[in-house]
């Protein structure tokens, strides 16, 4: 089994090929890098289900206006469900709005209830925590791992005692500054050399 992760950083090589002929293909979000070297090939979209994104992803209804959403099999929702919004209209003024859960609200909206849905346990949140050495002392910590490395954590879950090929493009391991970057490089190069997957960095 072929399984491509497609992260949402900019891609400048052409992966159309490989992506579009895996057996599975997991996109997050807005699937940034659908079409032209990113391929069209959709078999799984991963949401970032909390925060603003998570608020966004409802309110405005994202996810039915994506070029791949006819194609998706699967909607995973990346983080456990700690506390339902009851804001979406406007921000909420809590200081925990980053772990708000907007589940629901991105089900009903975005056409989902008739779609497969997979909900993340708690153990998915866990692991990515131990990996990024983020210290959860009270319920949310102020780093966050980010939705593609917890994808990621699924995915090695799921199809890791099969025999399936993982490959990861577009991920750069930069951009929102609650995300622990750093660390979580770090796991998916120590991944890559147990041979538990295959990270294709781009030539800049």
């Given at each position: 089994m072929q399984i491509v992760v497609v992260g949402n950083a900019a891609l400048n090589e052409d992966f159309s090929a490989l992506i579009d002929g895996a057996d599975e293909v997991i996109r997050f979000n807005r699937a940034n890098n659908f079409g032209g070297h990113g391929g069209t090939r959709t078999t799984v979209l991963c949401i970032a289900n909390w925060g603003e994104i998570g608020r966004k992803i409802a309110k405005r209804q994202l996810l039915v206006g994506l070029p791949c959403f006819p194609l998706v099999r699967e909607f995973w929702f990346s983080r456990p469900s700690f506390r339902e919004s009851a804001f979406l209209w406007r921000k909420s003024w809590r200081r925990d709005i980053d772990?708000?859960?907007?589940?629901?609200?991105?089900?009903?909206?975005?056409?989902?209830?008739?779609?497969?849905?997979?909900?993340?346990g708690a153990d998915i949140y866990q692991r990515g925590?131990?990996?990024?050495?983020?210290?959860?002392?009270?319920?949310?910590?102020t780093l966050q791992p980010s939705t593609g490395f917890l994808g990621l954590q699924y995915v090695l879950q799921r199809y890791g005692a099969c025999d399936a090929s993982i490959s990861l493009v577009g991920f750069a391991f930069s951009g929102w500054e609650r995300h622990p970057w750093q660390a979580e490089q770090a796991a998916v190069e120590a991944y890559e050399r147990e041979g538990r997957i295959r990270w294709l960095r781009q030539i800049r």
């Open positions: 772990s708000l859960d907007y589940s629901r609200a991105i089900v009903r909206r975005n056409s989902l209830s008739a779609r497969t849905r997979i909900f993340f925590l131990e990996l990024c050495r983020i210290e959860c002392n009270s319920q949310i910590p």
